[in-house]
């Protein structure tokens, strides 16, 4: 039985592929750096200092956005995009992961 399909990613401008790219970008970097799920320092390390690229990669995204006039954020169709580019995975990271033991 093979997972289902992931929703179709809504139509983007260009600059909002960007943004969405980039801050999945960053997301899976800070995933990296939790101290609540690294297991080594070298590879949290690596992934702090990669962060600063992909930051930068983000703020160029939206600096694109508002210089080309979109000066809102489409909050709903982004999010369905980050739903589809697996989104919500990749952000669970960034948080606490569930005590076990208490």
Do not use: I, K
């Not at 600059?15 to 801050?23: F, N, P």
């Not at 992934?47 to 709903?76: I, K, N």
Request: proline letters at 8%; one cysteine or more.
């Amino acid at each position: 039985m093979r997972p289902p399909e992931p929703p179709p990613l809504p139509a983007l401008t260009r600059a909002e592929g960007a943004y969405v790219d980039a801050y999945l970008d960053v997301v899976d970097r800070l995933g990296r750096l939790n101290p609540a799920r690294a297991t080594h320092t070298y590879g949290a390390l690596r992934a702090a200092q990669a962060l600063v690229a992909e930051a930068e990669a983000l703020r160029a995204a939206l600096t694109l956005m508002h210089g080309r006039g979109e000066a809102e954020v489409h909050a709903r169709t982004l999010a369905r995009a980050l739903r589809a580019l697996d989104g919500e995975r990749r952000t669970e990271r960034v948080t606490l992961p569930h005590d076990r033991c208490g």
